[in-house]
């Protein structure tokens, strides 16, 4: 055998290849340009967003621009508080309910379905994920915030809406259009991205350290809590993470049921806005450079956020694998 | 009361709980296809596959320009996107599976997976809409691409490593050099693979609304033109569903149903394929 015919092989006798064949080198290079090419598209989103973004803030400050509830085209006065404010607050109340379901639903698939059950709830959850935004937003704004409007609101109010001092949170008008309903909706957006994150994390747990936990006189509940959950809080957290970057970034559904004013309320059930359904909804009709920029700058400000979020859920997902690495 | 009771009925409830929240999600995933179809099928008929969208105060009228037109971006976007894909996934699963690049790449891409896709319509945007100054297909097809890269890296590697080592060290005993065992060996025993990782991709842009917003913005009329601002069905939901007519929004509920259809159908079709595979 010529060694230029198979480096491989090479490598495996000799520790190192000698010489590449001119096809490797060429396919190596363009697959490397394509991988690298992802980075690329990492960092010109960034430097465009930024590039398009400067004009406002160089006219009010990066802390100015966010600090500054101020919205309003004609004086061309712009501030990104109220929508950075719904965004975060629509997204907690979505982590808020979703979490608990999520973490449900991931039970009853891994420790209490029956195998022949697991796969079609799974698959059915994960279904929920599949379904386009912008259903949701039919869905959302046609059936769920009439009906939450009508049947959940009131009663909320007359509950909640009585306590002293969080009391005020649940005030607002009976138009189910709030950001309140964009949590609901986002929730329901979300589940199937923790639930199936916390399934997978909670299946590596061998089946040795379920059935001691077990052969002790454990119930299913205590073995859930004590055994599984301290072994996979990194993996649940990342789960959650993910979930929550989902959620931050979601334009659509929430476009069609925040109500889009842009005002800051500590009513949740009064209309509001969040940074995705701004952008989507006044980019077009943003006339002048600094309404732009202002619509742009926001852009950014979601995707730094985001992208923080999901580097977390990602780093704390590959902590979780490679102690499960060091544990099998 | 005696712990052991307490014991047992803290785990009856949890657990009971658990199986609630399990129907809540299934509750909620049958209510939006109840209201999809209930609201969308009667609408579902030829005519919105023969008739243009209708104007303002125009009583009949389909949805044929938008379906073409979500055709044409959803093909560009995957022509474009998927070939870089497959050679990026390429790269982390064969050359590169432990260059120092590939750590990197492969974080970001997993934040990109998950990046919100209407900064990517913004993105865009700034690089095509602007330079060439008027909304078109073309730029609504590559802010598709954007979206498609990451999730065919991520599934191309996955099935690339799929495959066995030993077939690698066969065919390079035999001689062959690494390119020829990528492509003759790795890429034809993940060819299926890679193809479901596609259509889960395309999945996933059929109903992408944010990116297309003001990219491929919307048009009333048929065009093939992807140089003109295409009409598209995610789109036009969004502008039918807020408009004041009722036949819009009759529109608007046949063309989710019709995108909502497309999508599970993939999906599933996907998942059975995966599930035969692994």
Known sequence: ?328 | MDIYRRRKIVNVFNLSVSVLTTLFGLFFLFWLLWVLFSKGLSHLNLDLFALDMPGPGSETGGLRNAIVGSLLLTGVGVAIGAPIGVLAGTYLAEFGRYAWVSTPVRFINDVLLSAPSIVIGVFVYEIMVVPMGNFSGWSGGVALAIIVIPVVVRTTEDMMRLVPDTLREAAAALGAPQWRVVVDVVLKASLSGIMTGILLAVARIAGETAPLLFTALNNQFFTLDMDQPMGNLPVTIFNFAMGPYDNWHDLAWAGSLLITLAVLTLNIMTRIFLRTKK
């Open chain 1, 1 to 328: 055998m010529t060694e230029e015919e198979s480096p491989v092989a090479v490598a495996a006798t000799q520790g190192a290849p000698r010489t590449r064949a001119f096809g490797d080198l060429l396919f190596e290079g363009i697959t490397r340009s394509a991988a690298v090419g992802v980075l690329l598209v990492l960092g010109a989103i960034v430097v465009m967003l930024y590039l398009g973004a400067r004009p406002a803030f160089e006219k009010f400050g990066f802390w100015g621009f966010v600090t500054t509830a101020e919205w309003n085209p004609v004086t061309e006065m712009f501030g990104g508080l109220s929508p950075t404010v719904g965004t975060l607050v629509s997204s907690l109340i979505a982590l808020v309910i979703g979490l608990p379901v999520s973490f449900g639903i991931a039970i009853f698939i891994t420790e209490m379905a029956p195998p022949w059950l697991k796969q079609p709830v799974g698959t059915a959850i994960e279904l929920l994920a599949a379904i386009p935004s912008i259903i949701y937003g039919m869905w959302g704004l046609f059936v769920f915030a009439p009906f939450f409007a009508e049947h959940i609101q009131p009663v909320l109010t007359d509950t909640l809406g009585e306590l002293p001092g969080i009391g005020v949170l649940f005030q607002g008008p009976p138009l189910g259009i709030s950001v309140f309903t964009a949590g609901i909706v986002l929730a329901i957006m979300i589940i199937p991205f923790i639930a199936s994150v916390m399934r997978d994390v909670f299946e590596t747990v061998p089946a040795e350290l379920r059935e001691s936990a077990f052969g002790i006189g454990c119930t299913t509940w205590e073995v859930v809590w004590h055994v599984i959950l301290p072994l996979t809080k990194v993996g649940v957290m990342g789960g959650v993470m993910l979930g929550l970057g989902r959620a931050l970034g979601e334009t659509m559904a929430v476009t069609f049921v925040i109500g889009n004013a842009h005002e800051l309320h500590w009513a949740l059930f009064e209309p509001g806005n969040s940074i995705a359904s701004t952008i989507a909804n006044e980019f077009t009709e943003a006339d002048g450079e600094v309404y732009t920029a202002a619509l742009i700058a926001l852009g950014l400000l979601l995707f730094i956020i985001t992208f923080i979020i999901l580097a977390l859920a990602k780093l704390m997902l590959l902590r979780m694998s490679r102690q499960e690495g060091l544990r099998s």
